[in-house]
């Protein structure tokens, strides 16, 4: 058996990188593509590896004779018109080999984990291109294939239909041809549709064209889900690579962390550490948004004014008295802005707040209680001799789950007029409190006897839509109302932000419903975080648990959950406010999803009983 791989291309959409080496020549965390392919390809014991060439021939070959150390003889096929020409004239130049000897053929901008090749290798058909279930993330040809791995239909781009993703397979481009395949099938109709369609095209459409032969000769052959791969086309392609790629558990929870969310692009990897509310939004209303995408798309959002009045209709409050943003992010940042002395923080909490104020601006308070907990009282006794213009008070707190009661609350809101101190309370995660104790401060009585009281409310973790980037932010305090209006640009929420707000009342009672289901799940789970040996889980009334794991490293956790597991999770040891104790906390999600990290934690901790 042979390889080919085709490198002819110039690679232009990696720019700068690309300038004077060739594509495969980019490295993924300091290694190129081209040395971890052909490392790979040498351990089949291969009588030869035969490249395709083209631009930057003579350094890609430099590059190989003086940096690479293999057994498998490599030889060289040149593409002359590289600049001219696609993948299938490159082929078609290398077809003699093709007619020599089994092949394996693959493109030179893959990168894919070791037992790729061997998947393929050992498998008894005899000519295979290698699939994957199709995801978000990937671009190119796809195929349609029945129970028995025929595969009944390659689609290009132009026939894709997002309609029936469902039904489409990506091509890993790898295959497996035997000599029999290409002489009888593949290299006729690679040299006839080459003659009658011209040298710029791609070689995938051969075998659009044999699959529809009643004897194709060649299945596909799905790809094993434990194994790795992408396809680097661009700077982009680069970067997710590398966090996927990299063999480093700590530098890869690094690099995934960093990234802030687009997970989307991780299909496999399950999401504990950002915080949504897993049963909403219903079926339902994501069908009535998906019916009104193209307008929505093609429409501008409506102006601050009326967006402000959507949200006033949804919370039961006057217009003046609420502002919507894109995001809480955007009104903390504002917020925190406008405020010129010195502000109360709780530590450990959500950092957002801090970290939109200079040092020296923050009087830290401490909970020393187990847990992280405290009290209104606690607050109060703390504060009442300090020199503070704002308190920040998150509640339910991120990421202990403590949580004030309403009638604690009153007397903190008392105790702050009388003190002339600014009260700002997030209240992203209230509504997850079990019932009886769920309240919300976004209350028009409420915010017109309490004129010092800014009320912030991220929608994202509550209603499920983190995307639409929607919060909001409740005020009777006209001069901070101002001082936002005038921050925020008039179209500072998208269309679909829009129209969310505009329909989600109809939807009220599935979104209780949804919060019931979830309170449910919550008890579940925290009794199962329970029964982990050495998982220390606290009561917490909203959509996180935090857990204490005295006798284990977190750091060492959360690198081994992502990196073996998938499962990303939040390590806070490295928070301000833990001092490096080990602590974790973890997103509620649905019961399939929880049972598959307690499963995880079980195998590395252990059960306790």
Known sequence: MQAVILAAGMGKRLKDLTKESTKCMVPVNGIPLINRVLRQLDSLSLDRIVLVVGYKAEVLKDHISSNIRIKTP???????????????????????????????????????????????????????????????WMDGTVVTIDEE??????????????????????????????????????????????????????????????????????????????????????????????????????????????????????????????????????????????????????????????????????????????????????????????ITGKVGIILPSFEEYVNRLENGRTVVFFPEAEGFVYSADDLIRFYDDKNIEALVLVNPDNPSGSFIRRGEMDGLLKWAAEKGILLIVDESFVDFAE????????????????????????ISKSYGVPGFRLGVMATSNSLIMEKVAKEISIWNINSFGEFFMQIEEKYHKDYLAALDRFRAERERFFFALSEIKGVFPFKSQANYIMCNIPDYDCSVLTEKLLSEYGILIKNLSTKRGFEGRNYIRVAIRTKEDNDRLLAALKTILGARR
Not at 201 to 216: G, R, T
Not at 443 to 452: F, I, Q
């Open 74 to 136: 490599i030889e060289y096929v040149e593409n002359p018109v590289y600049d001219k020409t696609n993948n299938i004239y490159s082929l078609y130049l290398a077809r003699d080999y093709l007619l020599r000897d089994n092949t394996l053929l693959l493109e030179s901008d893959l990168i894919f984990d070791d037992g790729v090749l061997n998947q393929i290798v050992s498998d008894p058909y005899p000519s295979l291109a290698l699939v994957d279930k199709y995801e978000s």
């Open 149 to 338: 791995c025929n595969i009944t239909r390659f689609v290009d781009k132009e026939h894709f239909k997002f309609s029936k993703i469902k039904e489409y397979y990506k091509t890993v481009n790898i295959y497996k041809f035997s000599k029999e395949f290409s002489s009888t099938h593949y290299v006729p109709f690679l040299e006839a549709y080459s003659t009658a369609l011209g040298k710029n095209e791609y070689y995938e459409q051969v075998l659009k064209v044999i699959a529809y032969l009643n004897d194709s000769q060649i299945k596909a052959l799905v790809l094993n889900k434990k194994y790795r791969w992408y396809e680097i086309d661009d700077i982009q392609d680069l970067d997710i690579a590398e966090s996927i790629f990299t063999e480093d558990p700590r530098d890869k929870n690094k690099r995934i962390q960093a990234r802030y969310g687009g997970f989307w692009r991780y299909p496999n990897m399950l999401d504990f550490c950002y915080l949504v509310n897993p049963y909403y939004p219903p079926k339902k209303l994501v069908n009535e948004i998906e019916a009104n995408f193209k307008i929505l798309m093609e429409s501008y959002p409506s102006g601050q004014r009326v967006n402000n009045l959507l949200a006033a209709k949804n919370f039961g409050v006057r217009r003046n008295q609420i502002m919507v943003g894109n995001g809480a992010a955007e009104l903390i940042n504002i917020v925190m802005r406008s």
């Open 435 to 458: 019932v009886g104790l769920s309240y919300t401060l976004i209350d028009s009585a409420v915010l017109d006897e309490n004129p010092n009281l800014v009320v912030i409310k991220s």
